[in-house]
C-alpha cells in the first residue's frame, strides 16, 4: 500500500517506518522538518516530503495519493495551549484526508477515560474521537505504559529505580497499570494497514500483566539484578512536584515528566479486547512485561537503540537552522571561531568529534559543563541528561545532551544547534580539515541574541566561553593523538616483529 507516517522523526514514527518498509508498503514521510530525518537508516527507501500538520495545504499535498495515513503527532509538553493546537491539528488532518480519498487512519492515543484523566491524556482522547468523526474511516489504538529501550515511559520507570534504593513516593505508585512491549506495539500499528474491509473504531491494547507502578519498579529492580526497593508512598507529593522530582533524577525532562506522571494518576487498563478480532495474538502471546524489560535493557546494552524519547524535536527548543550567510541580514550574530592543529589522522579526530557528549564529556572543564547543565534543568530545560542514543555515532535529529544534531558530514561536519534554555538561537561546529600532511579542527560558536538580555549574556559570558571553548579544540586534538597513538603501537609491533621474522629468515 502507498502508506504517509507523520511524526516519523519521533519514539514511535520512528520506529515503524522499518516495519511498513519491511512488510512491502511504499511509504511517504511528512515532517516540518525533513532534514532531521535524513540520518535515519531508512531515508533512502521512503519519500520524505515538508508539511505540518496544522497547514491544510501541505499536509494535504502529503495525502495526496495514500491509501493510508498514520497520525502519530501530540503536543506533549508544549505549553499551556496544546489542546488547542492538537485539536486544530487533527481537524485538518482528518479534513485533508477525506479530500485526498485516504481510506484509512490510524492513530495511537491513550488509555484512560473519564473526569479525572490528565489534561493530556484528555487531549489525545480528543484526537481520536475528531478522527473518527471524519469521512476517513480511523482506527484509534489505546496504549498505556510503553516499555521499550528509550522510550519516557521506560526511561522514567529505569532511573527512578536505579538511582533511588529508597523512595518517598505519591500515591500513584499504587495505581494499576497495563504496560505493553514496543514490539507489540509496532506490530499492532503496521497489522493495522492491512486490516480488510471498512473499519472505524477505538481499540485498547496492552499487555499480558496488569501491575502497579510500585510492582514495576520492584520487578525491574529483579531484573537488572538490584536490590529490593524501599518504596514509601506519601500523599501530600502532587504531579507538580511529582514531575520537578521525576525532572531531577531522571534524564526525562519536567516538561515531559509531567504528563507522563499526571496520566499515572487514574488506572490504565483495557477495557476490552476487541483488538484481537481484527488483530490475533501472535502464537507465543503478547510480550510480558519481564520480558520487555529484559528486550530493551539488552537493546541498550548492545548500543542498538534506534530511537528515543528524545528523537522528536524538544518542545519549544529552536528549530531555526544556522545562518550561512556571513552578511546575514536576520540581526547581530556573535561567533567564537577556534582552532587546533595534529599531527593525528583526520579520522582519529573525527573519531573523537563524532563520540563527543554524553558520558564521554565535552573535553573542557567537566564542572562547568555539569553546573550549566544542572542551571538549565532549574529553569526547565532538558539539561546534560539526554545523553547520546548511539555511544559511538550520530546522526541528523539525534538529541546530545542539551543539542540537537543539526547536520553530519561524516569525516567533515558536525554541526550542533542548543537546545538548552537561552535568550537566542545557539550553534556548535566542529570540522575537519586536511592540510600540508597535518589535521585541522576548526570549531566554531555561534549565538543569535533575542533582545537586549540576548546581548548581555553573551557580554557576560564571554571570558567563560574563552575558557571552555579555548579549551575543547586542544583537548579534542590531544585525544584523538592519543587514541592514535595507542592504536598505532600494535602496528608498529606487528611490522616490527614481521621485520625481525624476516631478517631471520634471510640470515
Not at 152 to 171: H, I, N
Not at 276 to 290: K, Q
Not at 315 to 325: A, H
Not at 358 to 363: S, T
Request: net charge positive; charged share 25%.
Amino acid at each position: 500500500m502507498r502508506i504517509l507516517v507523520t511524526g516519523a522523526s519521533g519514539y514511535i514514527g520512528g520506529r515503524l517506518v522499518p516495519e511498513l518498509l519491511k512488510v512491502g508498503h511504499t511509504v511517504r514521510c511528512a515532517a516540518r522538518h525533513p532534514e532531521n530525518l535524513r540520518g535515519q537508516p531508512w531515508a533512502g527507501d521512503v519519500e520524505t516530503v515538508k508539511a505540518d500538520v496544522l497547514d491544510p495545504d501541505a499536509i494535504g499535498a502529503a495525502l495526496d495519493g495514500m491509501d493510508v495515513a498514520y497520525y502519530l503527532v501530540h503536543a506533549m509538553g508544549a505549553g499551556r495551549d496544546f489542546a488547542e493546537r492538537d485539536r486544530e491539528a487533527a481537524w485538518t488532518f482528518a479534513d485533508a484526508a477525506a479530500r485526498a480519498g485516504v481510506t484509512r487512519i490510524v492513530y495511537l492515543g491513550g488509555l484512560g477515560s473519564g473526569r479525572a484523566v490528565s489534561p493530556h491524556l484528555r487531549s489525545r482522547n480528543e484526537v481520536g474521537e475528531i478522527l473518527l468523526a471524519g469521512e476517513s474511516p480511523a482506527i484509534v489504538l489505546r496504549a498505556a505504559t510503553i516499555i521499550g529501550s528509550g522510550s519516557a515511559s521506560f526511561e522514567m520507570l529505569r532511573y527512578l529505580t536505579e538511582r533511588l534504593p529508597v523512595m518517598v513516593t505519591p500515591r500513584w505508585v499504587h495505581t494499576r497499570i497495563q504496560p505493553i512491549a514496543i514490539r507489540d506495539v509496532l506490530r499492532y500499528l503496521t497489522a493495522c494497514a492491512s486490516v480488510p474491509g471498512i473499519v472505524r473504531g477505538s481499540f485498547d491494547i496492552g499487555g499480558p500483566d496488569i501491575l502497579t507502578y510500585q510492582e514495576m519498579m520492584q520487578r525491574y529492580a529483579a531484573i537488572a539484578g538490584l536490590p529490593k526497593r524501599l518504596i514509601i508512598p506519601v500523599p501530600v507529593l502532587s504531579p507538580s512536584l511529582s514531575s520537578h522530582w521525576v525532572g531531577v533524577v531522571t534524564p526525562v525532562p519536567r516538561a515531559i515528566a509531567r504528563p507522563l506522571v499526571e496520566g499515572l494518576r487514574t488506572e490504565v487498563v483495557c477495557r476490552d479486547h476487541a483488538i484481537r478480532a481484527l488483530i490475533p495474538d501472535p502464537p507465543g502471546g503478547l510480550i510480558g512485561f519481564d520480558e520487555s524489560v529484559e528486550l530493551a535493557l539488552r537493546r541498550i546494552r548492545e548500543a542498538s537503540v534506534a530511537t528515543r524519547w528524545s528523537s522528536a524535536l524538544t518542545p519549544g527548543r529552536p528549530s531555526d537552522p544556522l545562518p550561512s550567510d556571513p552578511d546575514w541580514a536576520g540581526g547581530s550574530l556573535y561567533v567564537d571561531e577556534r582552532v587546533a592543529v595534529t599531527d593525528a589522522p583526520a579520522d582519529s579526530v573525527w573519531s573523537v568529534i563524532e563520540g563527543i557528549g554524553g558520558d564521554n564529556g565535552w573535553y573542557s572543564l567537566p564542572v562547568a559543563w555539569r553546573l550549566r547543565g544542572f542551571l538549565d534543568r532549574l529553569v526547565g530545560g532538558v539539561g546534560l541528561r539526554r545523553g547520546r542514543r548511539d555511544p559511538k555515532r550520530l546522526r541528523v535529529g539525534d538529541a546530545l545532551d542539551f543539542w540537537r544534531v543539526e547536520d553530519v558530514v561524516p569525516h567533515r561536519l558536525l554541526r550542533l544547534r542548543a537546545e538548552m534554555m537561552l535568550p537566542g538561537l545557539a550553534w556548535l561546529e566542529l570540522g575537519v580539515h586536511e592540510a600540508h600532511g597535518r589535521t585541522l579542527l576548526r570549531q566554531r560558536a555561534v549565538f543569535h541574541p533575542r533582545g537586549l538580555l540576548g546581548h548581555l549574556y553573551w557580554k557576560v559570558l564571554t571570558p567563560f566561553h574563552g575558557i571552555i571553548f579555548g579549551r575543547m579544540p586542544r583537548n579534542i586534538v590531544r585525544e584523538a593523538a592519543r587514541q592514535a597513538s595507542r592504536e598505532e603501537t600494535p602496528r608498529e609491533r606487528t611490522r616490527t616483529t614481521s621485520g625481525e621474522r624476516k631478517s631471520r629468515s634471510n640470515a
